[in-house]
Protein backbone atom coordinates (compact mmCIF):
# COMPACT_ATOMS: atom_id res chain seq x y z
CA UNK A 1 0.00 0.00 0.00
CA UNK A 2 0.87 3.80 -0.58
CA UNK A 3 0.26 7.00 0.89
CA UNK A 4 -1.04 9.39 -2.06
CA UNK A 5 -2.34 12.75 -0.26
CA UNK A 6 -5.22 11.72 2.03
CA UNK A 7 -5.89 8.49 -0.10
CA UNK A 8 -4.71 5.01 0.57
CA UNK A 9 -3.43 3.05 -3.25
CA UNK A 10 -3.33 -0.68 -3.02
CA UNK A 11 -0.76 -2.05 -5.30
CA UNK A 12 -1.45 -5.20 -6.47
CA UNK A 13 1.65 -7.46 -7.26
CA UNK A 14 1.98 -9.05 -10.55
CA UNK A 15 2.59 -12.55 -11.02
CA UNK A 16 6.08 -13.69 -11.88
CA UNK A 17 5.43 -14.41 -15.55
CA UNK A 18 4.09 -11.38 -16.09
CA UNK A 19 6.49 -9.53 -14.17
CA UNK A 20 8.96 -7.78 -17.30
CA UNK A 21 11.53 -7.04 -14.67
CA UNK A 22 11.89 -10.27 -13.19
CA UNK A 23 11.50 -12.72 -15.83
CA UNK A 24 14.71 -10.61 -17.41
CA UNK A 25 16.89 -12.98 -15.37
CA UNK A 26 18.70 -15.79 -17.55
CA UNK A 27 17.18 -18.66 -14.83
CA UNK A 28 13.89 -18.15 -16.60
CA UNK A 29 15.14 -18.44 -19.96
CA UNK A 30 16.35 -21.45 -18.82
CA UNK A 31 13.24 -23.05 -17.02
CA UNK A 32 11.89 -22.51 -20.12
CA UNK A 33 14.20 -24.24 -22.10
CA UNK A 34 14.74 -27.17 -19.75
CA UNK A 35 11.12 -27.24 -19.09
CA UNK A 36 9.85 -27.07 -22.31
CA UNK A 37 12.17 -30.04 -23.35
CA UNK A 38 10.88 -32.33 -20.41
CA UNK A 39 7.53 -31.13 -21.57
CA UNK A 40 7.99 -32.15 -25.14
CA UNK A 41 9.49 -35.49 -24.38
CA UNK A 42 6.95 -36.60 -21.14
CA UNK A 43 3.92 -35.52 -23.88
CA UNK A 44 5.28 -37.66 -26.69
CA UNK A 45 5.31 -40.48 -23.71
CA UNK A 46 1.56 -39.58 -22.97
CA UNK A 47 0.81 -39.75 -26.88
CA UNK A 48 2.31 -43.67 -26.91
CA UNK A 49 0.44 -44.61 -23.45
CA UNK A 50 -2.85 -44.00 -24.76
CA UNK A 51 -2.01 -44.18 -28.11
CA UNK A 52 -3.36 -48.16 -28.55
CA UNK A 53 -7.23 -46.67 -27.96
CA UNK A 54 -6.93 -45.19 -31.84
CA UNK A 55 -6.99 -48.26 -33.15
CA UNK A 56 -10.78 -48.41 -32.83
CA UNK A 57 -11.37 -45.65 -35.47
CA UNK A 58 -12.28 -46.96 -38.96
CA UNK A 59 -9.05 -45.88 -41.64
CA UNK A 60 -9.19 -46.79 -45.67
CA UNK A 61 -6.45 -49.44 -46.46
CA UNK A 62 -3.06 -47.91 -47.50
CA UNK A 63 -3.45 -47.15 -51.52
CA UNK A 64 0.46 -46.51 -51.94
CA UNK A 65 3.68 -43.65 -50.52
CA UNK A 66 1.49 -40.82 -51.37
CA UNK A 67 -1.56 -41.57 -49.69
CA UNK A 68 -2.14 -41.11 -46.03
CA UNK A 69 -3.24 -43.86 -43.89
CA UNK A 70 -4.14 -41.69 -40.54
CA UNK A 71 -7.69 -40.37 -41.15
CA UNK A 72 -10.82 -41.66 -40.93
CA UNK A 73 -12.79 -43.47 -43.72
CA UNK A 74 -15.43 -41.52 -43.62
CA UNK A 75 -14.91 -38.03 -42.37
CA UNK A 76 -18.13 -35.72 -40.81
CA UNK A 77 -18.57 -31.85 -41.13
CA UNK A 78 -17.52 -31.93 -37.45
CA UNK A 79 -14.56 -33.67 -37.48
CA UNK A 80 -13.09 -31.80 -39.79
CA UNK A 81 -14.32 -28.63 -38.10
CA UNK A 82 -12.59 -29.83 -34.84
CA UNK A 83 -9.31 -29.57 -36.88
CA UNK A 84 -9.23 -26.73 -38.55
CA UNK A 85 -10.66 -25.00 -36.24
CA UNK A 86 -8.81 -25.43 -33.33
CA UNK A 87 -5.40 -25.11 -35.98
CA UNK A 88 -6.95 -21.68 -36.93
CA UNK A 89 -7.06 -20.37 -33.68
CA UNK A 90 -3.77 -21.52 -32.94
CA UNK A 91 -2.43 -20.17 -36.40
CA UNK A 92 -3.87 -16.91 -35.46
CA UNK A 93 -2.94 -17.17 -31.97
CA UNK A 94 0.78 -17.57 -32.58
CA UNK A 95 0.98 -14.97 -35.28
CA UNK A 96 -0.34 -12.13 -33.23
CA UNK A 97 2.01 -12.85 -30.44
CA UNK A 98 4.72 -12.59 -33.07
CA UNK A 99 3.34 -9.60 -34.31
CA UNK A 100 3.20 -7.93 -30.89
CA UNK A 101 6.38 -9.10 -30.04
CA UNK A 102 8.20 -7.23 -33.37
CA UNK A 103 5.64 -4.07 -32.72
CA UNK A 104 6.27 -3.58 -28.82
CA UNK A 105 9.06 -5.73 -27.30
CA UNK A 106 11.67 -5.47 -29.94
CA UNK A 107 14.91 -6.16 -27.93
CA UNK A 108 16.81 -9.68 -27.16
CA UNK A 109 16.87 -10.41 -23.33
CA UNK A 110 19.00 -13.31 -21.58
CA UNK A 111 15.65 -14.33 -20.03
CA UNK A 112 12.29 -13.97 -20.95
CA UNK A 113 9.79 -11.58 -22.05
CA UNK A 114 6.03 -11.90 -20.13
CA UNK A 115 4.74 -12.18 -24.28
CA UNK A 116 7.45 -15.56 -24.05
CA UNK A 117 5.68 -17.03 -21.49
CA UNK A 118 2.28 -16.15 -23.07
CA UNK A 119 3.56 -18.14 -26.24
CA UNK A 120 4.82 -21.18 -24.14
CA UNK A 121 1.06 -21.42 -22.36
CA UNK A 122 -0.69 -20.86 -25.79
CA UNK A 123 1.06 -23.70 -27.50
CA UNK A 124 1.00 -26.17 -24.21
CA UNK A 125 -2.80 -25.81 -24.39
CA UNK A 126 -2.94 -26.75 -27.83
CA UNK A 127 -0.52 -29.18 -27.56
CA UNK A 128 -3.43 -30.55 -25.04
CA UNK A 129 -6.52 -29.81 -27.19
CA UNK A 130 -4.50 -31.64 -29.87
CA UNK A 131 -4.11 -34.59 -28.41
CA UNK A 132 -8.06 -34.68 -27.02
CA UNK A 133 -9.34 -33.76 -30.11
CA UNK A 134 -7.54 -36.59 -31.55
CA UNK A 135 -8.86 -38.81 -29.06
CA UNK A 136 -12.44 -37.99 -29.53
CA UNK A 137 -12.55 -36.87 -33.61
CA UNK A 138 -9.21 -38.47 -34.83
CA UNK A 139 -8.80 -36.73 -38.09
CA UNK A 140 -6.02 -33.88 -38.67
CA UNK A 141 -5.79 -31.79 -41.63
CA UNK A 142 -4.87 -34.20 -43.56
CA UNK A 143 -8.22 -35.09 -44.49
CA UNK A 144 -7.89 -32.82 -46.94
CA UNK A 145 -4.95 -31.38 -47.98
CA UNK A 146 -2.10 -33.89 -49.35
CA UNK A 147 0.97 -35.37 -47.53
CA UNK A 148 3.57 -33.60 -49.61
CA UNK A 149 2.15 -29.98 -48.26
CA UNK A 150 3.34 -31.01 -44.92
CA UNK A 151 6.49 -32.60 -45.81
CA UNK A 152 7.16 -29.67 -48.01
CA UNK A 153 6.20 -26.86 -44.96
CA UNK A 154 9.23 -28.52 -42.74
CA UNK A 155 11.46 -28.62 -46.06
CA UNK A 156 10.80 -25.37 -46.63
CA UNK A 157 11.48 -24.05 -42.99
CA UNK A 158 15.01 -26.25 -43.57
CA UNK A 159 15.73 -24.11 -46.93
CA UNK A 160 14.49 -20.81 -45.12
CA UNK A 161 17.62 -21.49 -42.53
CA UNK A 162 20.25 -22.01 -44.53
CA UNK A 163 19.28 -18.78 -46.59
CA UNK A 164 19.32 -16.76 -43.63
CA UNK A 165 22.42 -18.06 -41.85
CA UNK A 166 24.52 -17.81 -45.04
CA UNK A 167 25.80 -14.76 -43.37
CA UNK A 168 26.75 -16.11 -40.43
CA UNK A 169 28.11 -19.70 -41.24
CA UNK A 170 28.22 -19.83 -44.98
CA UNK A 171 26.63 -22.07 -47.30
CA UNK A 172 29.49 -24.34 -48.36
CA UNK A 173 32.43 -25.28 -45.98
CA UNK A 174 31.86 -22.02 -44.11
CA UNK A 175 32.10 -19.87 -47.95
CA UNK A 176 29.19 -17.73 -48.07
CA UNK A 177 27.15 -17.91 -51.01
CA UNK A 178 26.41 -15.36 -53.37
CA UNK A 179 22.71 -14.38 -52.19
CA UNK A 180 21.01 -10.81 -52.06
CA UNK A 181 21.41 -8.58 -49.16
CA UNK A 182 18.11 -7.87 -49.72
CA UNK A 183 16.48 -11.36 -50.12
CA UNK A 184 18.48 -12.48 -47.03
CA UNK A 185 17.25 -9.22 -44.51
CA UNK A 186 13.71 -9.94 -45.58
CA UNK A 187 13.77 -13.35 -44.76
CA UNK A 188 15.30 -12.58 -41.57
CA UNK A 189 12.61 -10.26 -40.64
CA UNK A 190 9.66 -12.31 -42.08
CA UNK A 191 10.95 -15.99 -40.62
CA UNK A 192 8.83 -16.01 -37.74
CA UNK A 193 5.52 -15.69 -39.56
CA UNK A 194 6.86 -18.68 -42.03
CA UNK A 195 8.34 -20.70 -39.49
CA UNK A 196 5.46 -20.57 -37.48
CA UNK A 197 3.01 -21.24 -40.13
CA UNK A 198 5.06 -24.60 -41.49
CA UNK A 199 5.27 -25.82 -37.87
CA UNK A 200 2.05 -25.29 -36.42
CA UNK A 201 0.28 -26.56 -39.85
CA UNK A 202 2.68 -29.69 -39.52
CA UNK A 203 1.46 -30.12 -35.86
CA UNK A 204 -2.55 -30.28 -37.47
CA UNK A 205 -1.52 -32.50 -40.11
CA UNK A 206 -1.10 -35.56 -38.27
CA UNK A 207 -3.63 -37.13 -35.52
CA UNK A 208 -1.24 -37.96 -32.10
CA UNK A 209 -0.62 -41.43 -33.52
CA UNK A 210 1.64 -43.69 -31.62
CA UNK A 211 3.69 -45.29 -34.84
CA UNK A 212 7.67 -44.89 -34.50
CA UNK A 213 7.65 -42.26 -37.25
CA UNK A 214 4.39 -39.80 -35.48
CA UNK A 215 5.85 -39.81 -31.85
CA UNK A 216 9.54 -38.66 -33.43
CA UNK A 217 7.61 -35.96 -35.24
CA UNK A 218 5.80 -34.56 -32.68
CA UNK A 219 8.39 -34.73 -30.18
CA UNK A 220 10.38 -32.79 -32.86
CA UNK A 221 7.25 -30.72 -33.24
CA UNK A 222 7.06 -30.16 -29.71
CA UNK A 223 10.64 -28.83 -29.79
CA UNK A 224 10.08 -26.65 -32.57
CA UNK A 225 7.16 -24.86 -30.87
CA UNK A 226 9.07 -24.16 -28.07
CA UNK A 227 12.08 -22.77 -30.40
CA UNK A 228 8.91 -20.58 -31.38
CA UNK A 229 7.99 -19.43 -28.39
CA UNK A 230 11.18 -18.15 -27.40
CA UNK A 231 11.33 -14.97 -30.07
CA UNK A 232 13.59 -12.06 -28.76
CA UNK A 233 15.52 -14.41 -25.89
CA UNK A 234 19.06 -15.19 -26.12
CA UNK A 235 18.14 -18.73 -25.78
CA UNK A 236 15.90 -18.58 -29.32
CA UNK A 237 19.60 -17.81 -30.81
CA UNK A 238 21.98 -20.12 -29.15
CA UNK A 239 24.05 -21.72 -31.82
CA UNK A 240 24.36 -25.28 -29.97
CA UNK A 241 20.60 -25.25 -29.23
CA UNK A 242 19.26 -24.33 -32.71
CA UNK A 243 21.93 -27.07 -34.38
CA UNK A 244 19.32 -29.33 -32.24
CA UNK A 245 16.22 -28.14 -34.17
CA UNK A 246 18.17 -28.49 -37.10
CA UNK A 247 19.68 -32.18 -37.24
CA UNK A 248 16.62 -33.38 -35.14
CA UNK A 249 15.02 -33.67 -39.08
CA UNK A 250 18.07 -36.70 -39.66
CA UNK A 251 16.66 -38.63 -37.13
CA UNK A 252 12.89 -37.94 -37.88
CA UNK A 253 13.94 -38.84 -41.26
CA UNK A 254 15.65 -41.86 -40.41
CA UNK A 255 12.96 -43.50 -38.13
CA UNK A 256 10.48 -43.03 -40.83
CA UNK A 257 12.43 -44.66 -43.37
CA UNK A 258 13.10 -47.37 -40.96
CA UNK A 259 9.84 -47.76 -40.22
CA UNK A 260 8.89 -47.81 -43.92
CA UNK A 261 11.21 -50.49 -44.22
CA UNK A 262 12.52 -50.00 -47.99
CA UNK A 263 16.12 -49.76 -47.03
CA UNK A 264 16.58 -45.76 -47.91
CA UNK A 265 17.18 -44.87 -44.40
CA UNK A 266 21.42 -44.49 -45.47
CA UNK A 267 20.19 -41.79 -48.05
CA UNK A 268 18.41 -39.89 -45.23
CA UNK A 269 20.75 -40.43 -42.27
CA UNK A 270 24.11 -39.48 -44.07
CA UNK A 271 22.07 -36.69 -46.70
CA UNK A 272 21.19 -35.16 -43.67
CA UNK A 273 24.35 -35.25 -42.10
CA UNK A 274 26.10 -34.36 -45.05
CA UNK A 275 24.28 -31.07 -44.81
CA UNK A 276 25.82 -30.66 -41.54
CA UNK A 277 28.77 -31.58 -42.40
CA UNK A 278 28.87 -28.95 -45.25
CA UNK A 279 27.41 -26.16 -43.79
CA UNK A 280 26.26 -26.75 -39.81
CA UNK A 281 29.25 -27.07 -38.24
CA UNK A 282 31.13 -23.85 -39.73
CA UNK A 283 28.86 -21.86 -37.59
CA UNK A 284 29.93 -23.55 -34.64
CA UNK A 285 32.95 -22.34 -34.03
CA UNK A 286 34.63 -25.47 -33.86
CA UNK A 287 38.82 -25.65 -34.33
CA UNK A 288 40.27 -27.68 -37.38
CA UNK A 289 40.80 -30.73 -35.43
CA UNK A 290 36.99 -31.46 -34.75
CA UNK A 291 35.86 -30.41 -38.38
CA UNK A 292 38.67 -32.50 -40.00
CA UNK A 293 37.53 -35.31 -37.02
CA UNK A 294 33.37 -34.89 -38.15
CA UNK A 295 34.47 -35.06 -41.79
CA UNK A 296 36.22 -38.42 -41.34
CA UNK A 297 33.44 -39.77 -39.01
CA UNK A 298 30.94 -38.95 -41.74
CA UNK A 299 32.73 -40.84 -44.40
CA UNK A 300 33.66 -43.57 -42.24
CA UNK A 301 30.50 -44.03 -41.45
CA UNK A 302 28.67 -43.83 -45.13
CA UNK A 303 31.23 -46.48 -46.10
CA UNK A 304 30.29 -49.01 -43.28
CA UNK A 305 26.74 -48.25 -43.89
CA UNK A 306 26.97 -48.47 -48.15
CA UNK A 307 29.62 -51.04 -47.78
CA UNK A 308 29.30 -53.72 -50.85
CA UNK A 309 26.86 -51.98 -51.99
CA UNK A 310 27.54 -50.59 -55.58
CA UNK A 311 28.15 -46.70 -56.38
CA UNK A 312 24.74 -45.47 -57.50
CA UNK A 313 23.32 -46.48 -54.17
CA UNK A 314 26.37 -44.52 -52.29
CA UNK A 315 24.96 -41.48 -54.81
CA UNK A 316 21.74 -41.31 -53.29
CA UNK A 317 23.44 -39.03 -50.37
CA UNK A 318 23.79 -36.83 -52.58
CA UNK A 319 19.87 -36.56 -52.68
CA UNK A 320 18.78 -34.83 -50.07
CA UNK A 321 21.28 -32.33 -49.71
CA UNK A 322 21.50 -31.59 -53.82
CA UNK A 323 17.41 -31.13 -53.37
CA UNK A 324 18.01 -28.57 -50.50
CA UNK A 325 20.63 -26.30 -51.89
CA UNK A 326 19.28 -26.25 -55.09
CA UNK A 327 15.63 -25.28 -53.06
CA UNK A 328 17.88 -22.16 -51.28
CA UNK A 329 18.09 -20.65 -54.75
CA UNK A 330 15.03 -21.37 -56.07
CA UNK A 331 13.98 -19.52 -52.61
CA UNK A 332 16.14 -16.65 -52.93
CA UNK A 333 14.54 -15.66 -56.71
CA UNK A 334 11.21 -16.02 -55.88
CA UNK A 335 11.65 -13.54 -52.64
CA UNK A 336 13.48 -12.03 -54.76
CA UNK A 337 10.92 -11.71 -57.74
CA UNK A 338 8.57 -10.84 -55.23
CA UNK A 339 10.41 -7.42 -53.17
CA UNK A 340 10.93 -6.33 -57.20
CA UNK A 341 7.31 -6.72 -57.90
CA UNK A 342 6.31 -4.92 -54.55
CA UNK A 343 9.02 -1.87 -55.16
CA UNK A 344 7.64 -1.44 -58.62
CA UNK A 345 3.93 -1.25 -57.49
CA UNK A 346 5.04 1.31 -54.13
CA UNK A 347 7.28 3.64 -56.87
CA UNK A 348 4.00 3.66 -59.04
CA UNK A 349 1.77 3.85 -55.94
CA UNK A 350 4.29 6.64 -54.55
CA UNK A 351 4.62 8.59 -58.33
CA UNK A 352 0.63 8.64 -58.71
CA UNK A 353 0.05 9.90 -55.19
CA UNK A 354 2.73 12.64 -56.06
CA UNK A 355 1.61 13.65 -59.99
CA UNK A 356 -2.38 13.84 -57.94
CA UNK A 357 -0.37 16.65 -55.38
CA UNK A 358 0.80 18.76 -58.19
Not at 169 to 180: E, V
Not at 288 to 315: E, M
Request: proline share 4%.
Amino acid sequence: MELTGNRVVTKTAKPWWLDAEKLKEPKYAQIALWGGVIFSFAFTGLIWLWGERLAAFPKLPDQGPAWYYWKLAEPTFITRLSAWGLYAIHQIAIWGLIYYAQTRVKKYTGGLHPVNVIALGVNALFVVLHFVQTHIFYDGLAQDVSIFSSQGSVILMLVWILLMENKRRGMFFGKKAPLSKSVVDWARRCHGYVFAWAIVYTFWYHPTEHTMGHLVGFAYTFLLLLQGSLFFTRAHVNKWWMLVQELSVAAHGTLVAVQQGRGMWPMFLFGFLAIFVVTQMWGLGLSRPWKVGIIAAFVLGAGVAYWGQPLTSVLRIAAVPAIEYLAVGALMLVIGAILWAYNRVKERAVSALESAAA
